[in-house]
């Protein structure tokens, strides 16, 4: 998280470390036995990991003191819509890891509401993203080891397309925006979700409810003027979030 | 005819009947049923030449050589003596019938006999008058059999050999039917022999035996020093296993009640004296069981004034309480009122249900509102863990131990309620005051 906060303990208890092959990613646990995070966590050039490299850390604020004892998925259901074989395609990049066994809800563990069906976003809507993801200290990325957060700003979608298409016209490579993507920032740069943060969530809240608005995906560097994060849309996988749900 | 079985019933018509007779006819039909049968004959149709005291043709009717009637004419003649519809009765099984013609027949009337049907009828013979200066067929019972009839004697009195005379005999007298009568032999009138006689009424057990005296009880007593005694004559009244007493005077002893379901009379007179003797009437009840008691939270169906012998209880528990026996629930309970006066199983006890433990919440749990140990109409409310699980809106919380013994919701479920996960809700919500 670049520009954010430490959050305190048990603030964010939907927050979700996962541990995969070495690299840190987020989740965010959505019922007892299911935690939702980015398919590109969980995908590697070979294709999908195996779950037992996926280690799954949750109630924590701080990973200095790591329980030994990690949880892991007993199985993992990547959006078949997800082929970014180049990683330059984030479209549906969404997934669910389904536990063993269900979580027993605490203060420290609990899940976050899901939007409603058919909710969308408004322009300028503050949201909240988490993560275990660098952060920055004096314009250097460094690593954290604290649950931190920042507040951002929900970015019009032309917007986020034309800062994309700019990038675009200096690095081909540089992937497309698609509707089941929004955008979320500041022009000014600053604040922003950032590697290792992939997968966590981007919540909003009504009256001091929060539900789950995005999936930290991707961006071009990060806190950088001019440009946002960007991050899956859940209300457009309600319909996969519940069939897979209900099929396993 | 009379070499052949005996015929029930049969027909006889005269010659050529229904044609005209013939003349100088001589015809005899020799009608036999069995013994102890009688034949009565009934003419359905006699048409005869008629004549004055039927001189000239005639059917004439005999038994023993005995003229029953003779016969002549038919229904509508003035002359000659027409049978009629009624019929005629043998006194005896045979019965003799002559038809005979003269040599002439009328010329405008051709007369075409006689047809009659016959059938053999039982004898009373038990109904017949002793002819005078014999003695009756039976000196005592008298009983009619189809075709012949059966003597019998008075209780106290055997058949002799000759089926027909009664000889005194009274120390069979085993009565097992649960009423009766007894007399002494001959009574009302007095034996002038010495007499032993036994009787013995023996019902089953869980019945008892009451005697009922008639008011006309004479047995001689003899005065002594201490006032009359049953020394010669006596009747004995035995009953198992409490004594035995004479009886004897002119008073009845009305109704005893023997409490027993033998009881053994001896009646004993010497061949002196004059003792009328005695008879009665004896009825048996059902023996009585204890009342059976009352019930704690539970009631002893039917309710009666008095239990009897074969009568049977049941006991039902109030709602929410069950039939405990030993330490055993039952699932019904009956006993019944034995012939020793006991009943055949004690009574039960009634002890409240219970629900067993609740069904535990997943993530929730539960408290008694009311009642305890899971006990009829505890009530019990579940509840989530909350803030972390709480329960869909509207769901029901309280459940009540039922008479069913299931827990159960005022809307009839039977199923707790699910503790569902709260989402988005942080106890430690990130806020910050600075601007």
Known sequence: ?248 | LLETEPQMYGEVRSPLYPQPYAPNLQEQWDLHVPEGFQIRITFTHLDIEASAGCHYDALTVLFDGKVLGKFCGNENSADGNHPGSEPLLSPGNTLTLIFKTDSTNPERHQNVGFLAHYQAIDIDECAAEPEEDKEPLCPQICLNTLGTYMCSCHHGYKLRSDQRTCVLSCNDGLFSEPEGHLASPGYPNPEHQALTCQYIISVPAGFTVSLNFSDNFQIESTITDQGPECLYHWLQVTIPGRGTVKLCGEKSPGLIDTNSNTVTLDYYIDSDGWSRGWSLDYSTHRVECPFPGTLTNGRVTPSLSRYLYRDYIYVRCDTGYKLMMDGEELPSFSAMCQSNRQWHLPLPECHITDCGEPKMLLNGGFQFLSGMHNQYQSVIEYHCNEPFYNFLGGNEVHFTCDPDRRWRSNEDLIVPPTCLPVCGKSMNPLTGHQR
């Open chain 1, 1 to 248: 998280i670049i520009g954010g906060n430490n959050a305190e303990p048990n603030s964010i208890p939907w927050q979700v470390l996962l541990s995969i092959n070495g690299k840190r990613a987020g989740g965010m646990i959505i019922a007892d036995r299911w935690i939702l995070t980015a398919a590109h966590v969980l995908t590697s050039t070979e294709g999908p990991i195996l779950s037992n490299n996926v280690r799954i850390f949750m109630g924590l604020t701080v990973i200095d003191t790591l329980p030994t004892s990690a949880v892991y998925p007993a199985s993992i259901h990547i959006h078949p819509g997800y082929v970014n074989p180049g990683l330059v395609d984030f479209n549906n990049d969404i997934a669910l890891l389904r536990l063993e066994h269900p979580l027993t809800f605490s203060i420290s563990v609990m899940p976050i509401c899901l939007p409603e069906g058919g909710s969308t976003l408004v322009n300028g809507h503050m949201g909240i993203v988490s993560g275990f993801g660098v952060t920055n200290d004096q314009n250097r990325k460094i690593l954290t080891n604290r649950l931190k957060y920042v507040e951002l700003p929900v970015v019009d979608q032309e917007i986020c397309r034309a800062s994309i298409a700019a990038e675009r016209s200096k690095n081909p490579n540089t992937p497309l925006l698609s509707d089941n993507m929004f955008c979320a920032g500041f022009p000014e740069g600053g604040r922003d979700s950032c590697q290792g943060d992939s997968g966590s969530p981007f919540s909003m809240s009504n009256n001091n409810r929060f539900w789950a608005a995005g999936i930290v995906s991707w961006g071009i560097d990060c806190g950088r003027e001019g440009t946002y994060g960007v991050y899956t849309s859940i209300a457009n996988y309600l319909s996969w979030i519940n069939k897979t749900m209900n099929e396993n």
